[in-house]
């Protein structure tokens, strides 16, 4: 169980190991899908070709730009490659390097996929199967007094089991398509892996040390992206909270710190939630008219994006830095503060 | 089931995965659906293209509608979009980007299910054999007494006696399906193509400071309304509680009742008299039977002013000129 929750927090850690994750996520899914997949040859001449190798194709280039889609570093690429200059400067090392790591990772799906197909063998068997040579295979009498197009028909058949009666020559021509298939398959792995290898091999004799510049700050530019977008959710919270503190006051026309404050001098000011009272804690709001009207107003007449800064002072002073004036109520010079309201203390007798 | 519970964890961090979450689901519901769907063809010239089309299009539109209704960024959309101006000016950007993000999601698991019902041939076969050329293939059963429409209707199903050992149905049936995973897969590459251009394309044209703007206010408003409807949950539950004990405290002040001895001046140990205020006086059959009348014919007027104004005792040390140094007021009860 620990091993599990460690692998997950490796790789939400940082971005790149979350998209080496998705990555291989993707393989198998790629796998899977081949497998799931009805492959069903056409047997007819004019589709038989189209069919297999478009299906040789296509998925791969599916899988590829998906692999772009789900990739959270294309934004981040994009928009540094748009951002305007202002007081940091641009690196085009940045740019290709992350170009170059998203096209690897997405180029993984894709060459899973193409493998597995070739290794398979359907796809080349109703590709290439009107391209062979019926003799070779067997007692072919049959085929001696038909037409070129009959002929052609008949060779089309042979991806289908159900649809070409001589099992024997069928088996055969299946097997030998297969054959090629596998080793065209075989091939393309070696490739793959020999480019991969070469590349990796290779690259450190090169730019060694401005390649450790430029990995440092893409990571950099993609953790700064993160942070920055957790700081905002962390800031939208605390004022929502003061926010909405503030409302429920303004409604009941209380400070809310009636007795709280005078008992609560001495202490610095970080007052914990679960030190405030019952009575703290109803907000001011003590009649069912109140409440109605909080209710009602919430939705009539939403309170204002401008928190005042004498509550803020003694609340969430940490949290909310500096002026919270970027709501689009375009208050950017005013500050609300209101009026001071007087405390002060009715006790009713019983 | 820790590992479930990790994954929800991960997925109840905030409410944009929760979002992403609930449509992977559906879309997974959709899948299951389909394969676990016994799909039966009724193999008659007027019906088949109604119920393919139908299976094909009925589902994906039910599915719709359940994303949005489950996205809880439809409430809060819903919400900005018709609220009166008020206090606070509407921004129309975030009211956008909401609705764009939750069509986006709910359009994930129809489309799973048209793909999948592409991919998988069944429907298409279905609705489309009758439109085949039969003199593409040879065998067609010809012996049957049938016209030429209704056979074609017939190629969906397997099991029909016409069609025993011809190969005519199987050709027919593989023509269609490769048509109709070929149509399947161009969607699929449409969609994919659209994705990759958006993601590429779109930082060139937006304003991404704008962007920026928008998606902090969407996430704020999303937050502030699950802030305010806990508020009001803690607040109704203090309310509750302030009124009941209110109610408690009237209902000793009844003649029958008698009054309790103030807390601060009894002398009995500290758990004992936790236990004596709890029981607000009450202590006999009678007196609860009496309150829990009360309770039920003449419910309290929802106003706690008076408890949360009554007297609190409060300690003061004075200098020996009579100036107050220092005032503590007790907890109150």
Redesign the interface.
């Known amino acids: 169980m620990d091993k599990f929750r460690m692998m997950f927090q490796f790789l939400q850690s940082n971005q790149e190991s979350f998209m080496n994750g998705i990555c291989g996520i993707m393989a198998l899914a790629s796998a899977q899908m081949y497998s799931a997949f009805e492959f069903s040859c056409p047997c007819m001449p004019e589709y038989n070709y189209t069919y297999g190798i478009g299906l040789l194709i296509v998925p791969p280039i599916w899988f590829f730009l998906l692999g772009f889609v789900l990739n959270n570093n294309v934004s981040v690429l994009a928009e540094e490659w748009k951002r305007p200059t202002g007081s940091r400067t641009k690196d085009p090392t940045i740019l290709r390097y992350m170009f170059c790591s998203i096209t690897q990772r997405s180029l993984i799906a894709p060459a899973l996929w193409v493998s597995v197909t070739l290794m398979d063998g359907k796809s080349f068997l109703c590709a290439f199967s009107i391209n062979l040579d019926i003799e070779k295979f067997g007692n072919s009498s049959f085929v001696k007094g038909m037409s070129e197009t009959e002929k052609i028909r008949l060779l089309a058949r042979i991806p289908c089991k159900d649809l070409f009666e001589h099992q024997e020559i069928r088996v055969a021509a299946t097997r030998y398509i297969k054959c090629i298939s596998q080793a065209c398959g075989w091939i393309f792995l070696l490739m793959m892996t020999f480019t991969a290898f070469l590349i990796r091999a290779i690259r450190p004799c090169f730019t060694q040390a401005a390649f450790l510049k430029t990995k440092y700050w893409s990571h950099y530019i993609d953790i700064e992206r993160k942070m920055f977008d957790e700081t905002c959710k962390e800031h939208a919270k605390s004022f929502a909270k003061v926010c909405i503190q503030q409302y429920f006051e303004n409604i009941s026309g209380e400070m809310q710190s009636l007795h709280r404050h005078r008992s609560g001098k001495d202490d610095n000011g970080d007052e914990d939630e679960d030190k405030r009272s019952d009575e703290d804690k109803l907000l001011g709001i003590r009649a069912q008219d109140d409440m109605n009207k909080v209710l009602w107003n919430w939705h009539t007449c939403k309170p204002a994006l401008a928190l005042r800064k004498d509550q803020m002072d003694g609340e969430n002073n940490s949290k909310l830095n500096g002026k919270i004036n970027e709501g689009f109520n375009g208050f950017a010079n005013g500050h609300p503060h209101e009026t001071k309201k007087r405390e002060w203390a009715v006790y009713y007798s019983k | 089931m ?2 479930l519970k ?1 994954v929800l964890q ?1 997925f109840q961090s ?1 409410s944009e995965s929760i979002s992403n979450g609930i449509c992977i689901v559906l879309a997974l519901v959709s899948v299951k659906l389909y394969t676990s769907f016994d799909f039966n063809c009724p193999c008659l010239p007027q019906y088949n293209k109604l119920y393919s089309l139908g299976v094909m299009t009925v589902p994906p539109i039910i599915f719709f509608f359940l994303g949005v209704l489950v996205n809880r960024h439809t409430g809060v959309m819903m ?1 900005e979009w018709m ?2 101006v ?4 509407k ?1 129309p950007a975030v009211v956008k980007y909401l609705f764009s993000a939750m069509i986006q999601r709910a359009l994930l698991a129809p489309m799973v299910w048209i793909l999948v019902t592409l ?3 069944k429907i298409f076969i279905c609705a489309f054999s009758m439109s085949v050329d039969p003199g ?1 293939f040879s065998g067609v059963p010809n012996n049957t007494g049938l016209d030429m429409v209704r056979i074609m209707a017939k190629v969906p199903c397997k099991e029909d006696v016409i069609f025993q050992n011809s ?1 005519f149905r ?2 027919v049936s ?2 269609v ?2 048509y109709s ?2 149509v399947g ?1 161009s969607i ?2 449409f969609l ?2 659209l ?2 251009m958006g ?6 044209f937006e304003d ?1 400071a704008a962007f920026l ?1 928008t998606r ?2 969407s ?2 408003l999303d ?2 309304q699950k ?2 409807d806990e ?2 949950v ?2 109704a539950r ?2 509750a ?2 009124c009941v004990v209110q109610f408690f405290e009237d209902m000793t002040e009844d003649s029958i009742l008698r009054l309790p001895h103030p807390s601060f001046i009894s002398k009995v140990g500290e758990r004992w008299e936790e236990e004596e205020e709890r029981l607000h006086g009450v202590t006999k059959q009678e007196q609860m039977d009496q309150l829990l009348n009360k309770w039920y014919y003449g419910k309290p ?6 408890i ?4 609190r005792p409060c300690v003061t040390w004075q200098d020996p000129g009579g100036r107050t140094l220092y ?3 007790m ?2 009860a």
């Open positions: 820790e590992r990790l991960y905030n919400d609220r009166p008020g206090n606070r000016s921004n991919l998988d041939g593409l190969s199987k050709a593989r023509y399906r490769c995973q070929a897969w699929l590459l994919i193509i994705g990759a993601r590429l394309i779109k930082p060139c991404h703007q902090y206010w996430n704020y937050v502030e802030l305010f508020t009001c803690l607040h203090d309310f509680r302030k007027e929802l106003d706690v002013t008076r949360a104004h009554r007297p005032s503590d007021i907890a109150p």
